[in-house]
Nanobody, 120 residues
């Protein structure tokens, strides 16, 4: 069993910053890509940013230049630095990871979600 534990969400004013963290623990042989998704009320879940084990990154157009994803492979942790936040960034943010447990080559796990609210 692998678990993802997210932290760092909260209430922030427009233009402010937040940093989300997501730590993986459990029976991990290796972690491949890790990413952040978000789901706003009444909308579908969407990819925000993703990062491979080698450090290649991918961002949604709506967050390019404002958000930065990074990871610490030694700690099995991924971060999302969010700057210049806008009200439309308000959503529940979910961490996602693709990993191997040493038996199966690819498994997927989701975190429980952390709420980010951007409001004055």
């Amino acid at each position: 069993q692998v678990q993802l534990v997210e932290s760092g969400g909260g209430l922030v004013q427009p233009g402010g910053s937040l940093r989300l963290s997501c730590a993986a623990s459990g029976s991990i042989f290796s972690i491949n890509a890790m990413g952040w998704y978000r789901q706003a009320p009444g909308k579908e879940r969407e990819l925000v940013a993703a990062i491979t084990s080698g450090g290649s990154t991918n961002y949604a157009d709506s967050v390019k230049g404002r958000f930065t994803i990074s990871r610490d492979n030694a700690k099995n942790t991924v971060y999302l630095q969010m700057n210049s936040l806008k009200p439309e960034d308000t959503a529940v943010y979910y961490c996602n990871a693709g990993y191997s447990d040493g038996v199966l080559p690819y498994l997927e796990v989701w975190g429980q979600g952390t709420l980010v609210t951007v409001s004055s």
